[in-house]
Every structure is written in structure tokens, then in C-alpha cells.
């Protein structure tokens, strides 16, 4: 070999082991920097250096009081899907399509499920997510859109169920705390806290007629959470959470939650009959648009039903004499020294009765005020 090809060798291999090195002084300072591109390598810092963890945070009493309530109380809280069919026109095959969700709670250890009447509204199948997420079909056992409550059944082993304790909406004062549980936006068994910010509300139901001493509160209720339960610092049932005011549709901390007291009555009847069975007079009234155009302030009455108890008590009718002219029926003003203003009024005060009961009733006749007692009778 001849030396000038030894010399070029030596010269490779001289020239391989200088990039070798340099490669290596590279690669270590990569690998053994503390930042690669200002960013901190977690692996590289010794065990002394990383921030130790923070001491256990105390956790208050009224902190323990809430998780207390959610962990008693959210086994009661089920999640609602409200499924709707449609058949194809051609080829008749069925489809379901789920129609809407809500939230709901166990009402007794019979498998009795309560929403709103307006999460289940126009479906045909309805099935119920309890709180261990088992699925089960319900079936509907009745609503009353008026108070927009709603009655599901599903067939379960009665010690699966926990139902939720129920409490007296009649004694709660401003100011209370509330703690709503239900399913917002879907998202599964949420919790959310505030305060009773007004009693004795009155909003519209899907019925069409006012429900009357809603609990308004500024726990926040968004969609989903229809049909879930209010509860108060005992974890107790004081009413079911129904609509909220916003303008955008989400919470703006006016909420409205139907009374216990209403509920409690209104699903007796469900479950016993499958409608509400009310007290009445046995009177149809006069429609309340034509009552405020003649300034009739009151519930006048329009027919009486035969042997009914406004009948029995000598209650007259609207009629038309011989020459055509209306004469005015009998306008009652007063149920047992509650005012009557509307036909409304007279629905819900004698919601507070029973079949049976007698009652007072005030009422003017030809511009003269009389009064008369009256046997209620249920309705049919």
C-alpha cells in the first residue's frame, strides 16, 4: 500500500473520531440540560428539588354538611329519556328517536318515578338511568300538565330503590340554603347550592294555568335539571325544580321549584287514579275574556251540573230571558274568606279541599252580596 494512501486513512479516521466526539458533547448537553426550550425537564430534577406536595386541606363543617347531603341524596336522583317512534311512510320499518332528557327522583320503594310533565311530554317510550347507571323501561302512570308533574313506574326489586324523604314546603323562610341535584346538559349527577330567594311566586304551566307558592331560588337550574329534586339543609324533598328565567337559556339565578306541600297531593292522585281527582263546585264558568269585558271581577257562573253541589246549594246560572236579554249568573267573590278574583282563583282554592268538604261561599246576585254553604264533590 502506498503511503499516501496509509496518510488518507489516518486522516479518515482522525476526521470520524473529531465528529464522534462532538456528536456526544452535543447529545449530553441535550440530555443532561435542565430546560429544553425554557421548559423545565421533570425527570432531570433531583427528588429535593420538585415542590412538595401541600399539607391536607381542612375541610369545614358546612363543606362536610353539603357533601353529606349529595351522598344521601343522589342514590334518589335518576336520569330521564324520553324516546319518541316514527314509522317510515315506505317501508314501515320503525325508528325511535330519542325526544328529550330531564332529571327525576324515587318516590317510594313501589318503583313510582317523579319528573316534570314536561320532560316526558310527547314521547311514547321512556326509560330511567338510576344512580348505580342500570337502565330500565318505564311506564307512564299519569301527569297533570297544570302543575307539570309527571308519574313514571319501572318494575325493579323494591330494596334497589332509595326514595327521597320529604319535607314541608309550608314552613321555609327566605333565605334558607337549597341544594338542587340533577342532570344538566346530560352531564350525569351534578350538584349545585344557593339560597330560597322568594316564596309565593306564581308562574304559568305548560297547562296553561298559574301554579301558585313556586319557590324561587338562585341555585343554579339549567336544562336537564327539570324534574330533579330541591332540597333543604336535612337533605328533605322541598320541591321539584321545573323552569327557570333567562334569556339566554341558561342560568341566571332565578329558578322555580314546585312546593313539596303541592306535589306531595298532586301525586297521590297520579299514582291513585292516574289524573288529578279535584274538588269541585260543579259549576262551568263564564270564559275569563268575556268576564273582563263586562268588568265582571269574580267567578261568574255560566251553567250549573244537575244535583251538584252548587245546584243543590241554590247557585244560579247565566241566562237569557224571554226578550234575549243576558241576565248575569251567580258571581262568586269569596270561597270560605278567600278572595276570588278570576276563575283561576276559584280552581286553586278549592285545590285545598277535599270531596266532601263544605264550604262558605260568598257571591253577588243582582248587585245584592249573599252568601251560601256548599258540599264539594270530586271530579270526574
Known sequence: MKISQVLGLIMLAALGFFVGSKYNLISDLFVNSSYIENKPIAASRPA??????????????????????????????????????????WSRDIAEIPKGTGSGFVWDTDGHIITNYHVIEGGDKFKVTLNDRTVWNATLVGVEPNKDLAVLRIDIARDKLRPIPVGKSSTLKVGQSVYAIGNPFGLDQSLTTGVISALGREIKSIGGRPIRDVIQTDA?????????????????????????????????????????????????????????????????????????????????????????????????????????????????????????????????????????????????????????????????
Do not use: H
Open 48 to 89: 429535593d428539588e420538585q415542590r412538595p406536595e401541600a399539607p391536607v386541606t381542612i375541610i369545614t363543617d358546612t363543606e362536610k354538611a353539603t357533601i353529606d347531603i349529595f351522598e344521601r341524596s343522589a342514590p334518589s336522583v335518576c336520569f330521564i329519556t324520553t324516546i319518541s317512534t316514527q314509522q317510515d311512510y
Open 220 to 380: 343554579a337550574i339549567n336544562p336537564g335539571n327539570s324534574g330533579g329534586p330541591l332540597l333543604d339543609s336535612s337533605g328533605r324533598l322541598i320541591g321539584v325544580n321545573t323552569m327557570i328565567y333567562s334569556p339566554s337559556g341558561a342560568s341566571a339565578g332565578i329558578g322555580f321549584s314546585i312546593p313539596s306541600d303541592e306535589v306531595k297531593w298532586v301525586i297521590s292522585d297520579l299514582i291513585k287514579y292516574g289524573k288529578v281527582i279535584r274538588p269541585v263546585l260543579g259549576v262551568e264558568l263564564l270564559p275569563q275574556q268575556y268576564a273582563q269585558n263586562w268588568g265582571v271581577e269574580g267567578a261568574m257562573i255560566l251553567a250549573t251540573e244537575p244535583n251538584g253541589g252548587a245546584d243543590r246549594a241554590g247557585l244560579k246560572a247565566l241566562e237569557r230571558n224571554v226578550e234575549g236579554e243576558i241576565i248575569f249568573g251567580d258571581i262568586i267573590t269569596s270561597i270560605d274568606g278567600k278572595k276570588i278574583t278570576t276563575n283561576n282563583d276559584l280552581i286553586l282554592v278549592l285545590e285545598k279541599y277535599k270531596s266532601g268538604d263544605k264550604v262558605r261561599i260568598d257571591f253577588i246576585r243582582d248587585k245584592a252580596k249573599k252568601s251560601v254553604s256548599a258540599t264539594l264533590s270530586a271530579s270526574r
